[in-house]
Each structure stands twice: as structure tokens, then as C-alpha cells.
């Protein structure tokens, strides 16, 4: 056996391209410190370096070399917890050009959305590299995360975030900086999932349609109600995906602490809408549905897409609010 392949291997590939780290905490990487108030800071790990805070100094030279999960204390006696970030940590702590996934709808995008080790994966509108950073890891070196913004400089901003938190350019990942309606390039029918955060995705529907592998999934995620409204209905007058799934997640922590046991004062509320919906195989259409619109839903006054095979007479519904 050859000596390369009998050493062990080092840097973002031997987690395999993970973004976690394990050992003693190494120069050039970040950790984040938390006082007894719960305030935290993140800080990058250089030798020599000293870190001051309301409560006096910390040197970096006093944390290299250590295994994470340790507390410190400063020049001035305050206490912090050492930890490497976690990635729900990083993401919401990191440089931001556009508004991140926060942590609660990421999970629900790779798990509703079934992203799985080996997947091909289209991104429109990478933002500020949140979500890129979360699809990354759950398709793993194997898999694809094309990734199309229209903005360089949201681009840059999140080039710099993903190639940080994995250390170095991930091999699944591509950015495109351009439109997903005209830059993408995937060939038809070869995209197990397509992840859409923007503005207007419902502009998109024909072209991740194309896209799409029959049985693939589409994920729009989507801040008001008047986009979660014509993105639905877009997708559900298309024709050729299942009748689309909208649902927002919210995430309310609570207090523990002997019989004081109650709902937290703060929570993460909305954040923003979540949309799946699954790709018909070609020529094939979803049965109609039995039940019967709500009245006043497609009446006179709604002026948006109308799902096939409407009843005539609905349309002349009045809305009753």
C-alpha cells in the first residue's frame, strides 16, 4: 500500500465537506464565547491575539490547543463558555448582504423537501449563503447544490460565508450569478429538488417544471401572503405537479426550571411561508379535486391563476369576508 493511501485524511474532507470540526481548537478558526448573561461573540483564533470585552481581556493563545467546551475567565473575572459554532449558530451571526433562511425553515426545507445524500439540487436566490450552507451538508460531496443568484454583490457575500464555514470551496456546490429562468442549464428532467427563495417564484413554474425529474419536489419559500397566494395557485393551475402544500413553522422555547415550568417570553414567529409541491411524470395530471372551493374564492374579484375545470358559477361568487 502506498503511503498517501495510508494517511489519515485532513481538512474539510476527512468530516466530509461537513463544516464540523473535532479536536483541539486550532489556530484560524472560530469560536464563540458566551458570558453568563447569555451574550455571545465570535471570534477568529489567532496567536498572539487578545480579545477585550466589558469585562476585561482574553488571549487567544489561552484557548488554542484546548478541546471545546470549556469555560474562561477574563482579566476582569468574567466567565465564558468556549465552543466551536454550531451551524444554526454561524448562520445567524455571519455577514449578510440579503435576509438569511433562518435555522427553524432550513430544517423544514431538508426535511420536507426530502433533500438526500447524493441529490441535484437548484437554489434560486442564494441570499446571504444560509440555506446553501444547510443543502451543502445534507447532499453531501456526492450530491449537487446549483445555486443562481441575480445579484453580485448578494454573491460575493455569500461566496465568502459557505467557503468559510466549510473551510474551503465545497465540491457540490455551484453559483451562477444570472436568472434561474435564463441561466439555468441543468438538462430537462435531471433535478431531484429545486429550492425557491425569491421574489416572484411563481415566473419560474414553467422552467423548474422542465427541470424536474418526475416524482422531484419544488420548495418555495415565500414572506407575505400575497406571494404564498400566487405562488399556489400558479403551481396549482400548471397542471403537472401535486396540489401544493403551504404551511409556516413557529418556534416558541420554554422555561424549565423546578415547578416553574411555562411558555417562554420570546419566540421566533414568522419568519416566512413554505410551498411544496411534487412533479407529475409527463403527460400525466392530478385527478381533480372533489371538494368545492370555498365561496367567493375564485369569484369576481380574484384576478389570479384559476385552477382547471372550475365550475362556471363559481366564478360569479361574490366574496363573503
Same mark, same amino acid.
Not at 503511503?3 to 474539510?12: R, V, W
Not at 429562468?181 to 421574489?199: C, F, I, K, N
Not at 422542465?210 to 415565500?222: H, I, K, N, Q, S
Given at each position: ?31 464563540? @464565547? ?14 498572539? $491575539? ?10 487567544? &493563545? ?8 470549556? =469555560? ?14 454550531? @451551524? ?16 427553524? !425553515?432550513?430544517?423544514?426545507?431538508? =426535511? ?14 442564494? %441570499?446571504? %449563503? =444560509?440555506?446553501?450552507?444547510? @443543502? ?14 441575480? #445579484? ?22 455551484? @453559483? ?11 438538462? &430537462?428532467?435531471?433535478? !431531484? ?13 414553467? #422552467? ?30 400548471? %397542471? %403537472? ?24 417570553? $420570546? ?21 381533480? $379535486? ?6 367567493? =374564492? ?24
Amino acid at each position: 500500500m502506498s503511503s498517501a493511501a495510508s494517511e489519515t485524511p485532513t481538512g474539510p474532507s476527512a468530516n466530509g465537506w461537513s463544516g464540523v470540526r473535532r479536536g483541539p481548537l486550532q489556530p484560524g478558526e472560530w469560536v464563540r @464565547l458566551t458570558d453568563t448573561k447569555g451574550r455571545r461573540h465570535n471570534i477568529c483564533l489567532t496567536e498572539g $491575539k487578545r480579545f477585550f470585552t466589558n469585562r476585561g481581556s482574553i488571549d487567544h &493563545d489561552d484557548l488554542i490547543g484546548r478541546p471545546e467546551g470549556f =469555560a474562561i475567565t477574563s482579566s476582569a473575572g468574567g466567565e465564558y463558555l468556549v465552543f466551536r459554532p454550531l @451551524l444554526t449558530e454561524f448562520v445567524v451571526s455571519m455577514p449578510r448582504g440579503a435576509a438569511v433562511v433562518y435555522p427553524k !425553515d432550513a430544517a423544514q426545507i431538508v =426535511a420536507m423537501a426530502d433533500v438526500f445524500p447524493g441529490a441535484t439540487v437548484v437554489e434560486a436566490g442564494v %441570499g446571504s %449563503g =444560509a440555506l446553501t450552507c444547510s @443543502l451543502l451538508r445534507a447532499v453531501g460531496p456526492t450530491g449537487t447544490v446549483s445555486s443562481y443568484e441575480r #445579484r453580485q454583490e448578494f454573491a460575493d457575500v455569500a461566496e465568502r460565508n459557505v467557503d468559510q464555514f466549510f473551510e474551503g470551496r465545497h465540491p457540490a456546490w455551484r @453559483l451562477t450569478v444570472g436568472d434561474l429562468e435564463t441561466a439555468l442549464d441543468e438538462p &430537462d428532467g435531471s433535478v !431531484d429538488r429545486v429550492v425557491l427563495d425569491m421574489l416572484a417564484p411563481w415566473e419560474c413554474v414553467d #422552467r423548474v417544471a422542465a427541470a424536474l425529474t418526475p416524482g422531484g419536489l419544488v420548495c418555495a419559500y415565500v414572506a407575505t401572503t400575497t406571494q404564498l397566494s400566487r405562488t399556489v395557485e400558479t403551481v396549482r393551475a400548471h %397542471g %403537472g405537479f401535486t396540489e401544493p402544500r403551504p404551511w409556516e413553522t413557529l418556534v416558541r422555547d420554554w422555561h424549565v426550571e423546578g415547578l416553574a415550568v411555562r411558555p417562554g417570553h $420570546k419566540m421566533v414567529g414568522h419568519t416566512g411561508f413554505l410551498v411544496t409541491a411534487r412533479r407529475m411524470a409527463p403527460g400525466e395530471t392530478v385527478p381533480a $379535486k372533489k371538494r368545492r372551493p370555498a365561496p367567493g =374564492a375564485y369569484g369576481a374579484e380574484y384576478d389570479g391563476p384559476r385552477p382547471a375545470g372550475l365550475p362556471p358559477e363559481v366564478a360569479e361568487e361574490p366574496f363573503d369576508s
